[in-house]
Protein backbone atom coordinates (compact mmCIF):
# COMPACT_ATOMS: atom_id res chain seq x y z
CA UNK A 1 0.00 0.00 0.00
CA UNK A 2 2.86 2.76 0.84
CA UNK A 3 4.29 1.13 -2.59
CA UNK A 4 0.78 2.45 -3.87
CA UNK A 5 0.49 5.56 -2.19
CA UNK A 6 4.34 6.47 -3.60
CA UNK A 7 3.38 6.03 -7.34
CA UNK A 8 0.57 8.26 -7.03
CA UNK A 9 2.40 10.87 -4.91
CA UNK A 10 5.05 10.71 -7.94
CA UNK A 11 2.72 10.81 -10.74
CA UNK A 12 0.61 13.41 -9.12
CA UNK A 13 3.80 15.46 -8.62
CA UNK A 14 4.77 14.55 -12.25
CA UNK A 15 1.03 16.24 -13.22
CA UNK A 16 1.53 18.85 -11.08
CA UNK A 17 5.03 19.88 -12.69
CA UNK A 18 3.57 19.78 -16.71
CA UNK A 19 0.22 21.53 -15.54
CA UNK A 20 -0.17 24.81 -16.95
CA UNK A 21 -3.40 26.62 -16.41
CA UNK A 22 -5.72 27.28 -13.19
CA UNK A 23 -8.17 24.37 -14.87
CA UNK A 24 -5.32 21.64 -14.99
CA UNK A 25 -4.64 22.45 -11.04
CA UNK A 26 -8.08 22.00 -10.39
CA UNK A 27 -8.78 18.92 -12.20
CA UNK A 28 -5.53 17.59 -10.29
CA UNK A 29 -7.23 18.16 -7.26
CA UNK A 30 -10.24 16.86 -8.12
CA UNK A 31 -8.16 13.74 -9.26
CA UNK A 32 -6.30 13.13 -5.97
CA UNK A 33 -7.79 15.04 -3.32
CA UNK A 34 -11.06 15.31 -3.38
CA UNK A 35 -13.14 12.90 -1.68
CA UNK A 36 -13.65 10.76 -4.50
CA UNK A 37 -10.33 11.07 -5.12
CA UNK A 38 -7.39 8.44 -5.76
CA UNK A 39 -5.79 9.06 -2.39
CA UNK A 40 -9.24 8.82 -0.77
CA UNK A 41 -10.12 5.37 -1.91
CA UNK A 42 -6.73 4.06 -0.68
CA UNK A 43 -7.59 5.48 3.23
CA UNK A 44 -10.53 3.36 2.66
CA UNK A 45 -8.73 -0.09 2.47
CA UNK A 46 -6.56 1.42 5.60
CA UNK A 47 -9.27 -0.91 7.54
CA UNK A 48 -7.89 -4.06 6.04
CA UNK A 49 -4.57 -3.73 7.99
CA UNK A 50 -3.21 -3.96 11.19
CA UNK A 51 -3.07 -1.31 14.17
CA UNK A 52 0.73 -0.59 13.61
CA UNK A 53 0.76 -0.98 9.80
CA UNK A 54 -2.71 1.40 9.72
CA UNK A 55 -0.68 3.73 11.84
CA UNK A 56 2.60 3.64 9.31
CA UNK A 57 0.68 3.86 6.02
CA UNK A 58 -2.10 6.55 7.62
CA UNK A 59 0.66 8.87 8.78
CA UNK A 60 2.52 8.25 5.30
CA UNK A 61 -1.40 8.97 3.18
CA UNK A 62 -1.91 12.31 5.27
CA UNK A 63 1.93 13.26 4.67
CA UNK A 64 1.47 12.19 1.10
CA UNK A 65 -1.48 14.70 0.98
CA UNK A 66 0.07 17.62 2.65
CA UNK A 67 2.76 17.29 -0.19
CA UNK A 68 0.47 17.61 -3.33
CA UNK A 69 -1.39 20.37 -1.16
CA UNK A 70 1.76 22.72 -0.64
CA UNK A 71 3.04 21.68 -4.44
CA UNK A 72 -0.37 22.56 -6.01
CA UNK A 73 -0.79 25.76 -4.00
CA UNK A 74 2.92 26.69 -5.07
CA UNK A 75 1.88 25.79 -8.49
CA UNK A 76 -1.16 27.16 -8.62
CA UNK A 77 0.25 30.84 -7.32
CA UNK A 78 2.98 30.94 -10.58
CA UNK A 79 -0.17 29.65 -12.89
CA UNK A 80 -1.93 32.79 -11.90
CA UNK A 81 0.36 34.96 -11.69
CA UNK A 82 1.40 34.14 -15.07
CA UNK A 83 -2.33 34.32 -16.51
CA UNK A 84 -2.90 37.82 -14.24
CA UNK A 85 0.16 38.89 -16.63
CA UNK A 86 -0.92 37.82 -19.55
CA UNK A 87 -4.51 39.02 -18.91
CA UNK A 88 -3.38 42.74 -17.85
CA UNK A 89 -1.13 42.47 -21.23
CA UNK A 90 -3.83 41.54 -23.56
CA UNK A 91 -6.32 44.29 -22.11
CA UNK A 92 -3.72 46.81 -21.61
CA UNK A 93 -4.85 50.35 -22.30
CA UNK A 94 -3.14 52.88 -24.29
CA UNK A 95 -4.14 56.34 -22.51
CA UNK A 96 -2.04 58.17 -24.98
CA UNK A 97 -3.86 57.29 -27.92
CA UNK A 98 -6.34 59.98 -29.46
CA UNK A 99 -10.10 59.43 -28.59
CA UNK A 100 -12.54 59.05 -31.70
CA UNK A 101 -13.91 61.76 -31.54
CA UNK A 102 -17.55 62.52 -32.42
CA UNK A 103 -19.24 64.64 -35.28
CA UNK A 104 -20.79 67.50 -34.54
CA UNK A 105 -24.75 68.69 -36.04
CA UNK A 106 -24.13 71.81 -38.69
CA UNK A 107 -26.91 74.59 -39.27
CA UNK A 108 -28.48 73.46 -42.51
CA UNK A 109 -27.16 76.44 -44.57
CA UNK A 110 -31.11 77.19 -45.59
CA UNK A 111 -31.49 78.03 -41.62
CA UNK A 112 -28.36 79.98 -41.53
CA UNK A 113 -29.40 81.94 -44.70
CA UNK A 114 -33.41 82.38 -43.10
CA UNK A 115 -31.34 83.52 -40.14
CA UNK A 116 -28.83 85.65 -41.78
CA UNK A 117 -31.47 87.60 -43.79
CA UNK A 118 -34.20 88.06 -41.03
CA UNK A 119 -30.95 90.09 -39.40
CA UNK A 120 -30.52 92.24 -42.06
CA UNK A 121 -34.01 93.42 -42.43
CA UNK A 122 -34.15 93.61 -38.64
CA UNK A 123 -31.58 95.98 -39.24
CA UNK A 124 -33.67 97.72 -41.82
CA UNK A 125 -36.14 98.03 -38.89
CA UNK A 126 -38.29 95.36 -40.02
CA UNK A 127 -39.26 92.90 -37.02
CA UNK A 128 -40.18 89.39 -36.99
CA UNK A 129 -43.32 88.41 -37.56
CA UNK A 130 -45.56 86.31 -34.71
CA UNK A 131 -45.94 82.78 -35.54
CA UNK A 132 -49.86 82.69 -35.42
CA UNK A 133 -49.54 85.39 -38.35
CA UNK A 134 -47.83 82.97 -40.72
CA UNK A 135 -49.26 79.57 -40.56
CA UNK A 136 -48.04 76.84 -43.17
CA UNK A 137 -51.89 75.45 -42.62
CA UNK A 138 -54.21 78.01 -44.55
CA UNK A 139 -57.15 78.87 -46.19
CA UNK A 140 -57.57 79.17 -49.92
CA UNK A 141 -59.55 82.75 -48.78
CA UNK A 142 -56.58 84.05 -47.38
CA UNK A 143 -53.67 82.51 -49.60
CA UNK A 144 -55.58 83.36 -52.76
CA UNK A 145 -58.73 85.11 -52.27
CA UNK A 146 -57.69 87.77 -50.07
CA UNK A 147 -54.74 88.40 -52.13
CA UNK A 148 -56.85 89.49 -54.47
CA UNK A 149 -56.70 85.97 -57.12
CA UNK A 150 -59.38 85.57 -59.09
CA UNK A 151 -61.57 82.70 -58.46
CA UNK A 152 -60.43 81.02 -61.03
CA UNK A 153 -56.66 81.51 -61.34
CA UNK A 154 -55.16 78.94 -62.22
CA UNK A 155 -52.81 78.73 -59.10
CA UNK A 156 -55.86 77.20 -56.99
CA UNK A 157 -56.06 74.58 -59.10
CA UNK A 158 -55.42 71.20 -57.57
CA UNK A 159 -52.82 70.52 -59.70
CA UNK A 160 -50.30 73.28 -58.52
CA UNK A 161 -51.60 73.54 -54.81
CA UNK A 162 -51.72 70.89 -51.38
CA UNK A 163 -55.59 70.76 -50.88
CA UNK A 164 -55.87 69.54 -46.95
CA UNK A 165 -58.46 66.62 -46.33
CA UNK A 166 -59.40 68.32 -43.19
CA UNK A 167 -61.84 71.00 -44.60
CA UNK A 168 -63.17 71.93 -47.71
CA UNK A 169 -60.82 74.89 -49.06
CA UNK A 170 -57.95 74.25 -46.73
CA UNK A 171 -54.56 74.29 -48.01
CA UNK A 172 -50.82 74.04 -47.58
CA UNK A 173 -49.91 77.74 -48.21
CA UNK A 174 -48.48 78.01 -51.39
CA UNK A 175 -46.79 81.42 -50.93
CA UNK A 176 -45.58 83.09 -47.45
CA UNK A 177 -47.86 86.28 -48.97
CA UNK A 178 -50.34 84.86 -46.15
CA UNK A 179 -48.64 86.46 -43.35
CA UNK A 180 -49.12 89.44 -45.24
CA UNK A 181 -53.47 89.24 -44.98
CA UNK A 182 -53.06 88.14 -41.49
CA UNK A 183 -50.42 90.55 -40.39
CA UNK A 184 -52.62 93.80 -41.64
CA UNK A 185 -55.58 92.25 -40.09
CA UNK A 186 -54.76 92.13 -37.16
CA UNK A 187 -51.94 94.99 -36.49
CA UNK A 188 -52.58 98.54 -37.43
CA UNK A 189 -50.14 100.64 -39.74
CA UNK A 190 -47.42 101.69 -39.56
CA UNK A 191 -46.77 97.87 -40.28
CA UNK A 192 -42.99 96.51 -40.87
CA UNK A 193 -42.46 92.59 -41.02
CA UNK A 194 -40.59 89.79 -41.88
CA UNK A 195 -42.05 86.65 -42.74
CA UNK A 196 -39.71 83.51 -43.17
CA UNK A 197 -41.54 79.99 -43.49
CA UNK A 198 -42.08 76.73 -45.19
CA UNK A 199 -44.42 76.56 -48.56
CA UNK A 200 -45.75 73.87 -50.65
CA UNK A 201 -46.51 73.24 -54.36
CA UNK A 202 -47.63 70.67 -56.10
CA UNK A 203 -44.42 70.37 -58.18
CA UNK A 204 -42.42 67.06 -59.29
CA UNK A 205 -38.90 67.66 -57.66
CA UNK A 206 -36.41 68.39 -60.16
CA UNK A 207 -32.39 69.64 -59.40
CA UNK A 208 -34.31 72.76 -59.98
CA UNK A 209 -37.68 72.34 -57.80
CA UNK A 210 -38.83 70.77 -54.45
CA UNK A 211 -43.05 70.73 -53.73
CA UNK A 212 -41.69 71.28 -50.09
CA UNK A 213 -39.72 75.18 -50.45
CA UNK A 214 -39.10 78.16 -47.89
CA UNK A 215 -39.90 82.16 -48.81
CA UNK A 216 -39.41 85.02 -46.56
CA UNK A 217 -41.98 87.83 -47.23
CA UNK A 218 -41.57 91.37 -46.40
CA UNK A 219 -44.30 93.92 -46.14
CA UNK A 220 -44.41 97.75 -44.96
CA UNK A 221 -47.19 99.87 -44.51
CA UNK A 222 -47.20 103.18 -43.68
CA UNK A 223 -47.72 107.06 -44.95
CA UNK A 224 -46.31 108.32 -48.24
CA UNK A 225 -44.30 104.64 -49.07
CA UNK A 226 -43.26 104.74 -52.94
CA UNK A 227 -41.93 102.30 -55.58
CA UNK A 228 -38.70 104.27 -54.21
CA UNK A 229 -38.56 103.25 -50.88
CA UNK A 230 -39.14 99.46 -51.96
CA UNK A 231 -35.92 99.73 -54.45
CA UNK A 232 -33.80 101.38 -51.85
CA UNK A 233 -34.42 98.40 -49.38
CA UNK A 234 -34.42 95.61 -51.71
CA UNK A 235 -30.90 97.36 -53.20
CA UNK A 236 -30.02 97.81 -49.48
CA UNK A 237 -30.81 93.68 -48.79
CA UNK A 238 -28.95 92.77 -52.20
CA UNK A 239 -25.88 94.89 -51.02
CA UNK A 240 -25.33 93.63 -47.75
CA UNK A 241 -26.70 90.01 -48.41
CA UNK A 242 -24.01 89.43 -51.23
CA UNK A 243 -21.40 91.50 -49.68
CA UNK A 244 -21.13 93.78 -52.36
CA UNK A 245 -23.38 96.27 -54.72
CA UNK A 246 -24.20 94.19 -57.19
CA UNK A 247 -26.13 95.44 -59.70
CA UNK A 248 -29.68 94.84 -59.83
CA UNK A 249 -32.73 95.22 -61.94
CA UNK A 250 -36.16 95.98 -61.58
CA UNK A 251 -38.27 93.93 -64.16
CA UNK A 252 -41.97 94.81 -64.95
CA UNK A 253 -44.06 91.88 -63.80
CA UNK A 254 -47.59 91.06 -62.43
CA UNK A 255 -48.72 89.70 -59.23
CA UNK A 256 -52.66 90.00 -58.37
CA UNK A 257 -51.66 91.58 -54.88
CA UNK A 258 -49.00 94.17 -55.68
CA UNK A 259 -49.86 97.19 -58.53
CA UNK A 260 -47.38 97.83 -60.01
CA UNK A 261 -45.76 94.85 -59.54
CA UNK A 262 -41.73 93.42 -60.46
CA UNK A 263 -39.07 91.43 -60.03
CA UNK A 264 -36.01 91.87 -59.73
CA UNK A 265 -32.80 90.14 -61.13
CA UNK A 266 -29.31 90.01 -60.05
CA UNK A 267 -26.37 90.43 -62.03
CA UNK A 268 -25.31 86.66 -62.34
CA UNK A 269 -22.52 85.98 -59.97
CA UNK A 270 -20.85 83.09 -61.39
CA UNK A 271 -20.07 85.07 -65.12
CA UNK A 272 -20.59 88.77 -63.94
CA UNK A 273 -22.85 89.53 -66.72
CA UNK A 274 -21.57 87.80 -69.37
CA UNK A 275 -24.05 84.95 -69.73
CA UNK A 276 -23.34 81.56 -68.71
CA UNK A 277 -25.39 78.07 -67.71
CA UNK A 278 -26.53 79.23 -63.78
CA UNK A 279 -28.02 82.41 -65.62
CA UNK A 280 -28.99 80.64 -69.23
CA UNK A 281 -26.90 82.86 -70.65
CA UNK A 282 -28.98 86.27 -69.66
CA UNK A 283 -26.14 87.87 -67.36
CA UNK A 284 -28.99 87.89 -64.73
CA UNK A 285 -30.51 85.68 -62.02
CA UNK A 286 -33.97 86.55 -60.40
CA UNK A 287 -34.15 86.61 -56.71
CA UNK A 288 -37.66 87.81 -55.91
CA UNK A 289 -41.12 88.95 -56.76
CA UNK A 290 -42.40 92.83 -55.70
CA UNK A 291 -44.43 95.55 -55.41
CA UNK A 292 -46.54 98.07 -54.27
CA UNK A 293 -49.33 96.75 -52.34
CA UNK A 294 -53.14 96.44 -53.93
CA UNK A 295 -55.28 99.06 -53.41
CA UNK A 296 -57.88 96.22 -53.57
CA UNK A 297 -55.90 94.06 -50.73
CA UNK A 298 -55.56 97.18 -49.03
CA UNK A 299 -59.59 97.11 -49.20
CA UNK A 300 -59.86 93.76 -48.09
CA UNK A 301 -58.05 94.61 -44.70
CA UNK A 302 -59.63 97.47 -44.23
CA UNK A 303 -57.03 99.69 -44.21
CA UNK A 304 -57.62 103.05 -46.31
CA UNK A 305 -55.83 103.37 -49.07
CA UNK A 306 -56.44 107.07 -49.84
CA UNK A 307 -54.50 107.28 -46.17
CA UNK A 308 -51.82 104.26 -46.13
CA UNK A 309 -49.36 102.81 -48.83
CA UNK A 310 -47.06 100.26 -48.90
CA UNK A 311 -45.26 97.50 -50.56
CA UNK A 312 -44.25 93.92 -50.30
CA UNK A 313 -41.85 91.11 -51.25
CA UNK A 314 -41.00 87.57 -51.47
CA UNK A 315 -37.85 85.34 -52.27
CA UNK A 316 -37.01 81.90 -52.32
CA UNK A 317 -34.35 81.10 -49.51
CA UNK A 318 -33.61 78.31 -51.66
CA UNK A 319 -32.87 79.86 -55.09
CA UNK A 320 -30.56 82.86 -52.88
CA UNK A 321 -28.80 80.02 -51.08
CA UNK A 322 -27.86 78.45 -54.28
CA UNK A 323 -26.99 81.50 -55.96
CA UNK A 324 -24.54 82.55 -53.13
CA UNK A 325 -22.84 79.05 -52.31
CA UNK A 326 -23.27 77.81 -56.02
CA UNK A 327 -25.24 74.83 -55.25
CA UNK A 328 -26.70 73.36 -58.24
CA UNK A 329 -29.25 70.69 -56.84
CA UNK A 330 -32.08 72.22 -54.32
CA UNK A 331 -32.05 68.34 -53.14
CA UNK A 332 -29.26 68.60 -51.25
CA UNK A 333 -30.47 70.86 -48.73
CA UNK A 334 -32.97 68.36 -47.56
CA UNK A 335 -30.90 65.25 -47.14
CA UNK A 336 -28.96 66.33 -44.33
CA UNK A 337 -25.93 64.84 -45.51
CA UNK A 338 -23.09 66.04 -42.77
CA UNK A 339 -20.35 65.81 -45.99
CA UNK A 340 -22.84 69.11 -47.63
CA UNK A 341 -23.54 70.38 -44.28
CA UNK A 342 -20.32 70.44 -43.02
CA UNK A 343 -19.31 72.40 -46.05
CA UNK A 344 -21.27 75.86 -44.69
N1 LIG B 1 -45.82 85.23 -53.49
C1 LIG B 1 -45.05 85.35 -54.71
C2 LIG B 1 -44.67 83.95 -55.20
O1 LIG B 1 -44.69 83.05 -54.43
C3 LIG B 1 -43.82 86.17 -54.46
C4 LIG B 1 -44.16 87.62 -54.23
C5 LIG B 1 -44.24 88.50 -55.27
C6 LIG B 1 -44.38 88.07 -52.96
C7 LIG B 1 -44.54 89.83 -55.08
C8 LIG B 1 -44.69 89.41 -52.73
C9 LIG B 1 -44.76 90.27 -53.82
O2 LIG B 1 -44.91 89.90 -51.54
O3 LIG B 1 -45.05 91.58 -53.61
O4 LIG B 1 -44.34 83.81 -56.32
Not at 15 to 32: G, P, R
Not at 239 to 268: K, N
Request: proline residues 4%; contains cysteine.
Amino acid sequence: MKQQLENILNSALAEIETAKTSADIETIKLNYLSRKGTLNSIKKNLKDLSVEDKKIVGAFANEVAQILENKLAEKSDVIYAKELEKKLESEKIDVTLTGLGHQAGRVNPLTSTINEIVEIFQGLGFSLIKNENSPEVETEYINFDMLNFPPDHPAKDMQDTFYAELAPNVILRSQTSNAQIREMFSAKPPIRVIAPGRVYRCESVSARKNNLFHQIEGLLIDTNITFGDLKGVLNEFIRIYFGEARPTRFRSSFFPFTEPSAEVDVQCIMCGGKGCRVCSGTGWLEVLGAGMVDVNVLKNVDIDPEIYSGFAFGMGVERLAMLKYAIDDIRLFYNNDVRFLKQF
